[in-house]
């Protein structure tokens, strides 16, 4: 039986095997198939064209999981937050990450030993945070995943060298970050509030501060700096003021531990609950167990309390090392 097909066929299909991407074929594809009338002497063509469409449009979802699949900077955040380590090359990412973390990335003389992201589980007390190697931040060339994971992260750690002109380094990479829309939290009034634009914020982590005579020089380039930036001298050789480093990371998540107490028993100190400062009872109770929230009757603060053992209301404001008691 003959097919009868319309010239606007045979235009269509034209286009069609010209097409040179999926996306392409697929659109051309769909839009032939509109093209043929719908009678028996169509059946086998329109059958056979659908078949082909269906491979193609199987063939894009598995490049696309795929994609998907391939990229190593799609690092999901664990612990109490996720901080990225950043800055240029050889300023010491990578001995900084190996000394806090259980993590090994590559740690070298040379710079450009890091080729990518390098996750590891820092202790602060007992809290984990998760800090992520990275590597050197590169005007000639930067992966837009790692661009990507940084605008993701809940703080940066921008990591400079003391001993090779540290206020250079700093200027360079902000310059760079900001032209990837990337802007420290502190600088958001500068720029448009644009969807586009994200805003972190930014520890200075000033490495390579091995002994007591560099302390002076980190004091000078401090002095340089704008009052606003946060900063913290440590070396990864000598695990000078790791702990300062430690909690000022700790300070800049803004995230509090608490407790919890069931009747009549002991707070088991060692595994606290993680909220963001400013988390009320309920938000508490909300992250404990969703029941709990819905029910809760009454709840006793240990801590920030005016006394211990305070009965408080649903919106009583926690803080760190709280001690708390749901009855719901």
């Known amino acids: 039986m003959p097919t009868n097909l319309p010239p606007e066929y045979f235009t269509v299909d034209k286009r069609y095997r010209a097409a040179t991407t999926t996306?392409?074929?697929?659109?051309?594809?769909?839009?032939?198939?509109?093209?043929?009338?719908?009678?028996?002497?169509?059946?086998?063509?329109?059958?056979?064209?659908?078949?082909?469409?269906?491979?193609?449009?199987?063939?894009?979802?598995?490049?696309?999981?795929?994609?998907?699949?391939?990229?190593?900077?799609?690092?999901?955040?664990?612990?109490?937050?996720?901080?990225?380590?950043?800055?240029p090359a050889n300023a010491g990412k990578s001995s900084l990450v190996a000394a806090l973390t259980n993590a090994q990335p590559e740690v070298a003389e040379y710079p450009f030993s890091t080729w990518g992201p390098t996750p590891g589980m820092m202790m602060i007390e007992n809290v984990q945070v998760q800090l992520i190697d990275t590597p050197p931040l590169n005007r000639e060339f930067i992966e837009p995943d790692l661009i990507d994971m940084i605008r993701r992260a809940d703080i940066l750690l921008l990591t400079i060298d003391?001993?090779?002109?540290?206020?250079?380094?700093?200027e360079e990479t902000v310059a760079f970050l900001e032209n990837h829309r990337i802007i420290p939290l502190h600088r958001q009034d500068d720029f448009?509030?644009?969807?586009?634009h994200a805003f972190r914020p930014f520890l200075i982590v000033?490495?390579?501060?091995?002994?007591?005579?560099?302390?002076?020089?980190?004091?000078?380039?401090?002095?340089?700096?704008?009052?606003?930036w946060h900063t913290v001298p440590v070396s990864a050789t000598t695990g000078h003021n790791v702990e300062q480093f430690k909690w000022t990371v700790f300070d800049l998540l803004e995230i509090i531990r608490i407790y919890s107490q069931a009747p009549g028993k002991e707070p088991?100190?060692?595994?606290?609950?993680v909220m963001q400062r400013g988390g009320t009872i309920e938000e508490f109770a909300a992250q404990v167990h969703q029941e709990?929230?819905?029910?809760?009757?009454?709840?006793?603060?240990?801590?920030?309390?005016?006394f211990d053992g305070q009965m408080v209301g649903r919106d009583f404001v926690l803080q760190d090392g709280d001690v708390v008691e749901l009855r719901a």
């Open 162 to 170: 003391i001993q090779d002109l540290p206020f250079d380094q700093l």
């Open 292 to 306: 709990i929230a819905s029910d809760l009757k009454t709840a006793r603060v240990w801590g920030s309390a005016d």
């Open 23 to 87: 996306e392409d074929k697929i659109e051309t594809l769909e839009e032939l198939i509109g093209t043929i009338p719908k009678h028996k002497g169509t059946d086998h063509l329109r059958a056979d064209l659908r078949r082909k469409l269906s491979k193609l449009k199987d063939s894009m979802q598995k490049g696309k999981a795929a994609s998907r699949q391939v990229s190593a900077f799609s690092i999901r955040k664990e612990g109490a937050g996720q901080a990225v380590v950043i800055g």
């Open 268 to 273: 088991d100190l060692n595994s606290p609950f």
């Open 192 to 196: 448009p509030q644009d969807r586009r």
């Open 206 to 228: 000033v490495n390579k501060v091995d002994d007591k005579n560099l302390d002076d020089d980190y004091m000078v380039f401090t002095e340089l700096l704008d009052d606003a």
